[in-house]
């Protein structure tokens, strides 16, 4: 099988093999394999949202605040992260770099003003300030989400969920990423690690601003293997992680021991970079070979002739332009093409499949959500040891990344050689998280433990089968609009479960056990809660609502089974074939370009 590349495109051109090293640092800058290396760093400082279980403690004794402002606070950060139609729109018109620059600002701003309040450099803001400045600085994720994330999946949309997976997983990673870097720079400065959240991530989106860019779609045969090699790389940061984890809790790390164990996470992220550099390498020698070849062939009198699936698709008449319609145009709203075709904006939200995709998520992603914002007070009130509950609220970011990178790259597996249908592994998901949520409910011994790896795992799972359905169904057009709806359903599901039941229901039994203790709360007192009553109905409830979803899931299951039964990739190969059929034949007639062959 061979790939064709146009100067720029797979390679990134700068020099066409050039032995100048030069010019092949150009080469290797401009190549899409850096690319996906720049986004992994993107990805791996913007997770900081997931670290709310760790600096909310000191939001919430800094500014005396009870557990259901808390977590309406937590709603907010929610609803910032998630809520990204905004920073989907703006990249439908504009490049990449634009979204990321927007990003990178806002995440400054919203967490340097939290930092400020609770270190208490500028007055104490009413709530709904609190509520704006965290949302401000978790918008930022979606912005980098959207400029980073969605641009690679479309630049290798046959690996969609391999790239989901492995991006998403480096944001699971973040939050583990983020602490040591935190320890090794402001040593036991707990408010420090707010400012850190906030001029990191602002300092990689604009390091890497002309990087993230589209490419060119070209068919790299072995595009997956090289995926593969970012993911052992990445599995071996979380063992490290793991392990660093671990060892920090059970012993007191010095600050040079933390610049120990960030410098060795900084030099585990910048590993990636070999991968980009010897798929460069190989594109040089691979066209040099060609045109060697080429110049010495008598048989390029004839041009190569296109691939069949090419000639088929070339031959296929163009859209009458009538039925060119615009991505809001309300008249087709409820005639929309068949699944894994290009829907407009209208089309995708008013369609059956996104509704039960959302409500799914509502269901599943906001019972796990809920679980881990809570992780810290659930282990004080079922007496967890204080290192313990640092240890397993930690390690969450670890089982996040497992979850996220093996449901992207599993699924990716069974749906190429099973048809194993997305829809479906969904659906296992939300069925496997109610163990953990049962286990909190029933308070049962030490099993806290269990359930933080179980939910983690599952709220992590969630992620890039979402972004890979949705894509998968409705296209790739405008994949950037569509992407952040579907992280909506987050907040809306974090809101119902952990503002108004279970912070609710904790601050109730909180108040019940204050006044059988004989004592009256006094005004900006914490509300503490002891005992498996503090949360046992809320995750009840939260049990009953997932089993729910997990019901409604199976009808999208159902209603898609015959679209993952069928060749679902097959308009993707097309048009990269018809691509290189175009470029053989300019290779062959003006000997300007080269036939690549992937020689793996």
């Known amino acids: 099988m061979q790939a064709a590349v146009s100067n720029g495109d797979a390679g990134g051109g700068g020099g066409g093999g050039s032995r100048r090293t030069g010019s092949f640092a150009v ?39 009870d557990q259901t402002t808390l977590n309406l606070l937590s709603f907010f ?34 967490y340097l003003m939290i930092w400020l309040a609770v270190s208490k450099k500028i007055s104490k803001p009413k709530v709904w300030q609190m509520c704006l400045y965290i949302c401000i600085g978790a918008n930022s994720q979606s912005f980098a ?14 690996s969609r969920g391999a790239v989901l997976g492995l991006l998403k997983g480096f944001v699971g990673l973040s939050g583990a990423i983020i602490t040591q870097v935190y320890g090794a720079v402001y040593g036991d400065d707990r408010q420090a690690l707010i400012l850190l959240i906030g001029w990191l991530p602002a300092a990689i989106s604009f390091a890497f601003l002309r990087t993230i860019r589209i490419l060119k779609v070209v068919r790299i045969v072995h595009e997956l293997k090289v995926f593969y090699r970012f993911l052992y790389i990445s599995l071996g940061l979380a063992g490290f992680l793991m392990v660093i984890i671990i060892l920090q809790k059970q012993l007191n790390f010095s600050r040079a021991e933390f610049g120990v164990s960030a410098a060795t996470v900084v030099v585990l992220l910048l590993l990636p970079v070999g991968i980009a550099v010897k798929e460069e390498l190989d594109l040089s020698k691979n066209k040099k070979h060609d045109l060697e070849t080429n110049n010495n062939s008598n048989y390029l009198e004839k041009p190569p002739p296109p691939p069949p699936a090419a000639e088929a698709a070339a031959a296929a008449p163009p859209p009458p332009e009538n039925e060119i319609i615009s991505c ?5 709203i409820f005639r929309p093409p068949d699944r894994g075709e290009d829907y407009t904006i209208l089309q ?60 992207g790259f599993l699924s990716e597996h069974f749906l190429k050689k099973y048809k194993f249908p997305r829809p479906l592994m969904l659906t296992l998901t939300l069925a496997i998280s109610c163990i953990g949520h049962l286990l909190i409910a029933f308070g049962v011994t030490n099993g806290l433990y269990f359930a ?18 949705i894509s998968e169904l409705f296209g790739l057009k405008y994949y950037s609009t569509l992407y952040n709806f579907g992280s909506v359903a987050s907040p809306v599901g974090l809101y119902v479960l952990n503002v108004r039941v279970a912070g609710n229901l904790y601050d109730r039994e909180a108040e019940r056990q204050l006044r059988a203790a004989g004592r009256d709360r006094i005004r900006d007192e914490e509300l503490d809660c002891d005992g498996v009553e503090c949360f046992r109905l809320a995750f009840f409830i939260i049990t009953a609502v997932t089993v729910f979803g997990t019901f409604v899931s199976l009808l999208l299951v159902m209603r ?13 190969r097309l048009e990269a074939e018809m691509a290189e059929a175009e470029m053989a034949v300019a290779s062959a007639a003006g000997n300007g370009h080269a036939v690549v062959r992937d020689s793996k």
Do not use: H
């Not at 913007?46 to 800094?62: N, V």
């Not at 059956?352 to 810290?376: E, P, R, S, W, Y």
């Not at 004080?380 to 979850?403: H, Q, R």
């Open 77 to 110: 950060k929610d609803l910032g992260s998630n809520v990204g139609v905004l920073a989907g729109l703006i990249n439908e018109v504009t490049p990449p770099w634009v979204v990321l620059s927007i990003g990178a600002v806002l995440n400054f701003f919203g």
């Open 560 to 572: 898609t089974r015959k679209f993952y039964k069928s060749d679902i990739y097959k308009k993707f």
């Open 348 to 407: 995708a939200l008013f369609s059956l499949d996104m509704l039960i995709l959302f409500f799914t998520t509502i269901c599943g992603v906001g019972g796990t959500l809920t679980a881990i914002d809570n992780l810290g007070q659930i282990g004080a009130s079922l007496g967890y040891p204080k290192k313990s509950i640092s240890t397993f609220v930690s390690l969450v970011s670890i089982w996040n990344y497992l979850g996220r990178v093996v449901a």
């Open 27 to 65: 080469q290797v800058i401009k190549g899409r394999w850096f690319m996906v290396f720049g986004t992994t760093l993107i990805m791996s400082a913007a997770g900081a949202t997931y670290m709310f279980g760790l600096y909310s403690p000191e939001i919430k004794k800094s500014l005396g605040y």
């Open 452 to 469: 933080s790896v179980v939910i983690g795992f599952c709220f992590g799972a969630q992620w890039p089968l979402l972004f890979a359905i």
């Open 328 to 332: 809001w145009s309300g008249r087709s």
């Open 145 to 158: 989400n959207t400029g980073a994330l969605v641009t690679a999946v479309k630049n290798f949309p046959e």
